[in-house]
Structure formats: structure tokens, C-alpha cells
């Protein structure tokens, strides 16, 4: 049985503001997380948005990151 998400990419934007410039460690409360997007396209232009919006704190980091969905045997 084949399943319609399988072998289909999903992007995501996630960051927040790290609590130092190693950015090993968020900042409680300040995750974010925008997506899903289809298009690597999409995201970074979502991605550009709001970078561009939090450009004078030095440890606000946002990262576009591509999931795929795995196939699991049945």
C-alpha cells in the first residue's frame, strides 16, 4: 500500500534567540517555529522575513531545515 506522503519534503523555519552567540541552548520561551512549508523557496523567503524583522539581537538565529517522511515496513 502506498502512502501519498512518502518521499515528499516538508521545510520548516525553527530558531529563537540562544542564550549566547555559541547557539548551543535556547532561551525559554522564545522558540519559533514556521511552517510547514513545500518549497525550500518558500521557507527562506519566510526565513528572510523575519531575520529581517530581529537583525539587532546578535543571538537570534532562525535555521530552514528539510524533513522527509520515512517509509516504514509493514
Known amino acids: ?5 512518502n518521499n515528499r519534503e516538508i521545510w520548516v523555519v525553527w530558531g529563537g534567540i540562544f542564550r549566547d552567540t555559541s547557539f548551543q541552548e535556547l532561551e ?3 522558540e ?3 511552517g510547514p512549508f513545500h518549497s525550500a523557496e518558500a521557507a ?3 526565513w528572510l522575513e523575519r531575520m ?3 537583525v539587532d539581537i546578535a543571538s537570534h538565529r532562525l535555521f530552514v531545515m ?3 517522511s520515512e517509509s516504514k515496513a509493514g
Open 66 to 68: 528539510k524533513a522527509t
Open 1 to 5: 500500500m502506498s502512502n501519498s506522503t
Open 44 to 46: 527562506e523567503k519566510a
Open 32 to 34: 519559533e517555529l514556521l
Open 52 to 54: 529581517r524583522r530581529m
Open 28 to 30: 525559554a520561551g522564545t
